[in-house]
C-alpha cells in the first residue's frame, strides 16, 4: 500500500484530535499500523461518503453491462413510455 501518511496505533491514540483536524484538511487517509503491519485506514467522512458514492455508481455500471451483454435490453422509446406509464410492460 502506497501512502504517506503511515502511523503506529501509539501515535494515533496520542493524537487522535490533531490527526482527525488533519484528515479533514488534508482530506489524505491515514494508514494505521500495529506491530508494524498496517491494519486500518483512517479518513475523513467528506472522502469516505465519495468513496462510497463513487463505488455506488460503478455498481450500476456493472449492472448496466452485464444486462447489456446478456440481452436484457429494450429500446430507449419503450423504456420512457414505461416510465411514463403509457405502456404496460411485455
Same mark, same amino acid.
Given at each position: 500500500?502506497?501512502?504517506?501518511?503511515?502511523?503506529? !496505533?501509539?501515535? =494515533?491514540?496520542?493524537?487522535?484530535? @490533531?490527526l482527525i483536524?488533519?484528515?479533514?484538511?488534508?482530506?489524505?487517509?491515514?494508514? !494505521?499500523?500495529?506491530?508494524?503491519?498496517?491494519t486500518a485506514?483512517?479518513? @475523513?467522512?467528506?472522502?469516505?461518503?465519495?468513496?462510497?458514492?463513487?463505488?455506488?455508481?460503478?455498481? !450500476?455500471?456493472?449492472?448496466?453491462?452485464?444486462?447489456?451483454?446478456?440481452?436484457?435490453?429494450?429500446?430507449?422509446? @419503450?423504456?420512457?413510455?414505461? =416510465?411514463?406509464?403509457?405502456?404496460?410492460?411485455?
Open positions: 500500500m502506497k501512502s504517506s501518511r503511515i502511523k503506529p !496505533i501509539s501515535y =494515533v491514540k496520542a493524537n487522535a484530535a @490533531d483536524r488533519e484528515l479533514t484538511e488534508l482530506r489524505e487517509p491515514l494508514v !494505521i499500523t500495529q506491530n508494524g503491519e498496517a485506514v483512517m479518513q @475523513d467522512v467528506a472522502s469516505y461518503e465519495q468513496t462510497q458514492e463513487t463505488l455506488a455508481l460503478l455498481k !450500476i455500471l456493472a449492472l448496466g453491462n452485464r444486462q447489456i451483454e446478456q440481452r436484457q435490453v429494450v429500446p430507449a422509446a @419503450d423504456a420512457l413510455a414505461r =416510465v411514463r406509464g403509457k405502456k404496460k410492460r411485455r
